[in-house]
């Protein structure tokens, strides 16, 4: 009786703690799906603005810089004043001003370090943590190329300068916070293009060249003893 009891308050509870359980997952669920969309409509509203703005001044180059100075400052002019959603704002505006240069033909790698430059500058004037909006900025200008065929390498290359060279102006300290935040988006670029892992699968294959080579060995000793003993008969 006790046994069955107790099963019974077992089964009673643990579909209680399921609920709960799949209430804050369903929660979190939609507060991602939430901000995704939010994120795609950042990158969506930056995108067309930018290209839109270059097509109606019918230039590129020089405008593309001083638009994506702009378009950054409103940005971050926009979140200081919402008080919140720097850093994740950062990487959609961005991966908005590269593919809005890149819809109307113009330079998307000087475009990617001007981007990058002018987000750790802003976020140095209000006072936020430039190292997390560089780290933020440089990833929307990967996922950008990416999508758009460029090379990845490459721009995360000169974004990073960028970023680099924004934290220069501002200390030592905040170059050496940037610095090493971006190190790993760097190696993880390098990795998805490829760069290193050609290198590993060629010292891969050399040591078992040793190994192979006594193998061969042995039955080429094999075969000749027996023809040595034909002759000898």
């Known amino acids: 009786m006790v046994s069955e009891e107790s099963e019974k308050e077992g089964q009673g509870t643990s579909p209680t703690i399921g609920k709960a359980g799949t209430t804050v997952k369903e929660g979190i669920v939609q507060s991602l799906k939430g901000i995704n969309e939010i994120e795609a409509e950042i990158v969506s509203l930056v995108r067309n603005t930018v290209s839109h703005t270059l097509r109606a001044t019918g230039g590129v180059t ?12 409103g940005a971050i002019q926009a979140t200081e004043e919402v008080g919140t959603g720097l850093v994740m704002s950062t990487k959609s505006v961005a991966k908005g001003v590269i593919m ?6 113009g330079d998307a790698m ?3 370090g001007q981007t990058v430059k002018a987000a750790v500058s802003g976020a140095s004037e209000i006072g936020a943590d430039i190292a997390l909006v560089a780290r933020s900025a440089v990833d929307g200008v990967a996922e950008a190329i990416k999508e758009t065929g460029g090379n990845a390498e490459k721009a995360v290359g000169v974004a990073v300068t960028g970023a680099i060279e924004a934290a220069g102006s501002i200390g030592q300290t905040a170059v050496r916070a940037v610095r090493d935040i ?27 060249s040793p190994a192979s080579s006594p193998e061969p060995a042995e039955p080429v000793e094999s075969t000749t003893i027996p023809k040595g003993r034909t002759k000898s008969k």
């Open 110 to 112: 000087s475009v990617a």
């Open 62 to 73: 020089g405008e593309a810089i001083s638009l994506t100075r702009d378009v950054v400052k």
């Open 182 to 208: 971006l190190l790993g988006v760097v190696e993880g670029v390098k990795d998805v293009a490829g760069a290193a892992l050609p290198r590993s699968g060629a010292s891969a294959p050399a040591p078992p």
């Open 100 to 105: 809005g240069v890149g819809d109307v033909g």
